[in-house]
């Protein structure tokens, strides 16, 4: 066990060779006779440049000899040279993901060799304790940034390896002060490979993770994208936040439920179709040659993924595209023979179905592409667009064939949105007025939201009191201007006396008032960034500003699957690592 003391704080991780906190190295680095650090910065002291320090000496010698070419001695050159071509290695193997044994190769010692002069291959140890120096410098970042945050929000994403090699990835999204949303990665575990990986021990991991970092407390809630029901708050008495499915994972586990034997019949048509002019390259030019003649986009056929049900809306598309170059192709009997073409034609009436089922699929694709967008606040809209989809896109049509209109009524709204994603909507001043709600709904909805303000501790009724007193009229009054000071004093002090200071002001001290005067206020256009508007409207409503970084931190989706069929795959090399070492890879990836 090794343990990180940040600010007073024990952060303990359990690989050995996180003992050496910090890589020292052996030979000062001349940059350091021109350049001196203050904080977090580095000042030249030949022209006052400033640049930010990342324990890196790179831009600081980039800097000297584009600069200050001659002040640099030559001896000195070369050691900073290869200290940095060792720091830019570790940098490149934690960027891409790749395998610290890389060093080790013939290849790669060639490729030195030739481009470094007399440059001493660094050893897997020596990248090693370099890339651990890095993670702990960003763990000691990422404490004091949580450390000023008062509530965060996790994800924990489950992906795998290999077969056996099961992990979680936990990670934490938050609003800063001048609200900015962010997130980051806090831990990876192992699980178990076998069925003892039970709803319980998954819970007890997350509160591990919630105590290492100091943030018990702070949690509102846990997107998960986890398709089995291995995640609820029931299982352990020491959960206290809310679970919420990932809306990509849950609208997959839908499409895959909505689909009938009809139409996984023409998926599975289509994908043998497609998979024949991908790998048949007779048939793969004469695709192209059609593609020409026709005036059709010189686009290959895409193949679907089972573990992905929006790259079968990308298959139909490309399919559609395509489909009279296709026709051709299997109609000429020089490329293609009789029996071939029996086997792989798509019949008409199937075509119709894909017309009719393509743009169902592409509705859900841009849901999903709304809500994992990584610069927007995404759990505010799963609401909004959930019932859009149910009530205006998926519902039947008197020209939808059989199957489509099947799928449609499979899909049910009430298995694609939570209780926070609820509350985030009613924050989010852009879908304020739940109209996509029934009265009675928006009722309840309202009733939550005063309940939920009225909760808020005594600090928040603190922050909002203290920027009340803050605030001040500048509004000046026309009778104010026209009497005598003396007279006006007292006019005021009257007035102040009969009224009560916060009479004429236009921020809101009671919390029901509050509530009001935001649901009443006119809702900003769909392209605002709500973040942005609380930024400038957050003093108006201190209470719900408050709650508003409480819930719009929650994410609608689970980071991308890492290193999974859907995100980045590790290599047989990479899983080797140990559980730590995968830990350290991925919190340094991806806290860049």
Not at 179 to 199: E, Y
Not at 415 to 443: E, N, Q, V, Y
Request: with cysteine.
């Amino acid at each position: 066990m090794s343990t990180c003391l940040v600010d007073n704080k024990n952060i303990t991780f359990s690989s050995k060779s996180h003992t050496r906190i910090l890589h020292t190295r052996l030979k000062r680095s001349s940059v350091w006779d021109i350049f001196i650090k203050i904080d977090d910065e580095v000042h030249c002291t030949m022209c006052d440049t400033k640049l930010k320090y990342r324990s890196s000496t790179t831009s600081m010698m980039y800097h000297i000899k584009n600069k200050h070419p001659d002040t640099m001695p030559s001896d000195g050159v070369s050691l900073a040279t290869h200290a940095e071509v060792t720091e830019l290695i570790s940098r490149m193997i934690e960027k891409d993901l790749l395998p610290i044994s890389m060093v080790s190769g013939d290849g790669f010692r060639e490729l030195l060799a030739y481009t470094v002069h007399n440059y001493k291959i660094p050893s897997p140890g020596d990248i090693t304790r370099l890339i651990e120096g890095h993670f702990h410098e960003k763990v000691e970042e990422l404490v004091v940034q949580l450390g000023r945050v008062e509530k965060v929000a996790l994800t924990a994403d489950f992906w795998t390896a290999l077969p056996f090699q099961r992990y979680i990835t936990v990670s934490c999204s938050f609003i800063t002060d001048d609200w900015q949303g962010r997130s980051a990665v806090l831990q990876t575990h192992k699980l178990s490979s076998d069925k003892r990986c039970t709803t319980g021990s998954v819970a007890e991991r997350l509160l591990n993770t919630v105590q290492t970092w100091g943030i018990a407390g702070k949690v509102t809630a846990c997107v998960h994208n986890c398709a089995r029901d291995i995640v609820s708050a029931q299982a352990c008495p020491r959960v206290a936040w809310e679970y919420a499915t990932c809306f990509a994972t849950t609208l997959q586990l839908a499409v895959s439920e909505g689909l009938s034997e009809d139409l996984v019949r023409i998926i599975v048509a289509a994908g043998k179709l497609v998979k024949h002019f991908n790998h048949n390259l007779m048939a793969c030019e004469a695709l192209k040659l059609k593609q020409v003649q026709m005036c059709l986009p010189q686009h290959k056929l895409i193949q679907s993924n089972k573990a992905r049900w929006d790259t079968i809306c990308d298959m139909f598309e490309r399919l559609l595209e395509q489909r009279w170059a296709i026709k051709a192709v299997l109609s000429d009997r020089t490329i293609t023979n009789r029996q071939e073409a029996q086997i792989l034609e798509i019949e008409d009436d199937c075509w119709q179905v894909i017309e009719n089922f393509t743009p169902v699929l592409a509705t859900l694709k841009w849901a999903t592409t709304v809500i994992s967008a990584e610069t927007e606040v995404s759990i505010s809209n799963i609401y909004p667009i959930t019932f859009s989809l149910i009530q205006t896109h998926l519902v039947p049509k008197e020209n939808d064939v059989e199957q489509v209109s099947e799928f449609k009524l499979k899909v049910d709204s009430n298995d694609l949105a939570s209780k926070p994603a609820l509350i985030a909507s009613m924050l989010d001043p852009r879908h304020k007025h739940l109209s996509f709600l029934t009265p009675t709904g928006r009722l309840a909805a309202k009733v939550k939201l005063h309940e939920l303000v009225s909760k808020l501790d005594i600090i928040t009724t603190t922050v909002g009191t203290k920027d009340e007193q803050q605030e001040t009229l500048v509004t000046p009054d026309i009778s104010q201007v026209a009497m005598p000071s003396q007279m006006r004093s007292d006019t005021k002090n009257t007035m102040m006396l009969l009224l009560g200071d916060n009479y004429s002001s236009s921020y809101a001290t009671d919390s029901e008032a509050q509530v009001d005067y935001y649901l009443r206020d006119i809702a900003p256009s769909l392209d605002t960034n709500p973040l942005d508007w609380w930024r400038v409207n957050g003093p108006r409503f201190p209470k719900l500003e408050t709650l508003a970084r409480h819930y719009l931190c929650v994410p609608g989706v689970s980071l991308p699957s890492l290193l999974s069929e859907a995100g980045q795959a590790f290599a047989t090399m990479r899983t080797r690592l140990s559980p730590e070492h995968v830990d350290m890879m991925i919190f340094v990836n991806r806290n860049v």
